[in-house]
C-alpha cells in the first residue's frame, strides 16, 4: 500500500525529482483496490468509462450522474491514491456549471477534477482554483472535442499548433493547475512543454520524456480488445482469459462437475 494519502501538492512536487508518476484510469471498487494495493498513487476516474465499460461510442455521450456513480464506487475503496475525476461534456465550458459539477464530483469522493482544454478554460480553472477545487489540465488531443467522426491524430506537428500547445501549457501551469496531461502530442513537442512549465506533465501517447504516464487500465489488461490505440502495449491479454475461463465453466456445469 501506499505509505501516505497522496494529495495534489505530493504530484505537484514530483517535478524535477526524477520520479516518474504512473497512473490509470479506474471505474469500480475492486479495480480501485488492487490497483491502491499495487501502489499507483493517482487514479483518474476517466470519462473513457463511456466506451469500455458503458458501450457508448465516444466520451461525449457520458453524463455527470455516469460520472459521479463510478466515482463513489471507486471513492469506496479508501485508497491511498489521489483520486481525480473528469468533468464530463457538457459541464466544462460554463464557469457556473464547471463549478456545480465539480463540487459533486467532490461529495461524491473525487479529490480533484481534469478539465480539457487550454486558455479557453482559463476562467474556469480560475474559479475552480479559488473554491478550493484541485485541478489538472488536459491538452492535445482532447476526446470530447474531436467531433463526428473522430480524427485521432498527433498534436503539434506544424509551428502553428506547437506554439499554441505551448502557451496552453505555460497558462495552465501559471493559473495553478497541479499537473497536466499531455494526449497524442508530438514527442519532442512533449519533451519540449515538459522542460517549460512548472508542474508535472502526464504523458498519454505522448512519448518518454513527460514526467509520468497515464493509461486507460482497460487497454493495460487487454480488456478492451475491439479497439486498441497503437501506443498501447498490453501487460495481460485479460479478454481471453475471461473468454478462456467462461468456457471452462460452461463444459464444466455441461458436464454435471
Known amino acids: 500500500m501506499n505509505s501516505i494519502k497522496i494529495t495534489p501538492d505530493w504530484v505537484r512536487n514530483r517535478k524535477n525529482t526524477g520520479e516518474k508518476i504512473a497512473a490509470l484510469t479506474v471505474v469500480d471498487y475492486p479495480t480501485a483496490k488492487i490497483l491502491d494495493e499495487a501502489q499507483i498513487p493517482l487514479l483518474l476516474v476517466g ?7 458503458l458501450g457508448y461510442e465516444d466520451t461525449t455521450k457520458v453524463s455527470l450522474n455516469d460520472m459521479l456513480h463510478h466515482v463513489r464506487a471507486v471513492a469506496r475503496a479508501n485508497v491511498k491514491a489521489l483520486v481525480v ?31 480539457e482544454g487550454g486558455k479557453e478554460v482559463g476562467q474556469i480553472v ?59 502530442l ?4 512533449a519533451a519540449e512543454v515538459t522542460r517549460l512549465i512548472e508542474v508535472p506533465t502526464i504523458g498519454i501517447g505522448s512519448g ?50
Open 47 to 53: 470519462d473513457s468509462l463511456g466506451m469500455v465499460t
Open 85 to 115: 475525476a473528469d468533468i464530463p461534456f457538457g459541464w466544462n465550458r460554463e464557469a457556473e456549471k464547471a463549478l456545480y459539477c465539480s463540487r459533486k464530483l467532490y461529495e461524491a469522493g473525487a479529490e480533484a477534477v481534469k478539465i
Open 126 to 184: 480560475k474559479l475552480l482554483i479559488s473554491q478550493g477545487i484541485a485541478v489538472m489540465g488536459h491538452i492535445g488531443l482532447m476526446p470530447q472535442f474531436l467531433g463526428q467522426p473522430p480524427k485521432y491524430r498527433k498534436y503539434g506537428i506544424d509551428e502553428k499548433e506547437k506554439k499554441q500547445i505551448i502557451d496552453d501549457a505555460l497558462f495552465l501551469s501559471r493559473l495553478g493547475v497541479f499537473a497536466i496531461v499531455l494526449e497524442a
Open 186 to 189: 508530438d514527442e519532442a513537442v
Open 208 to 257: 518518454k520524456y513527460c514526467d509520468g504516464q497515464i493509461l486507460v487500465f482497460h487497454d493495460l489488461v487487454g480488456l478492451f480488445p475491439w479497439f486498441r490505440p497503437k501506443f498501447v502495449q498490453p501487460k495481460l491479454n485479460m479478454a481471453l482469459l475471461i473468454k478462456e475461463a467462461a468456457i471452462a465453466y460452461k463444459k464444466e456445469v455441461q458436464s454435471g462437475l
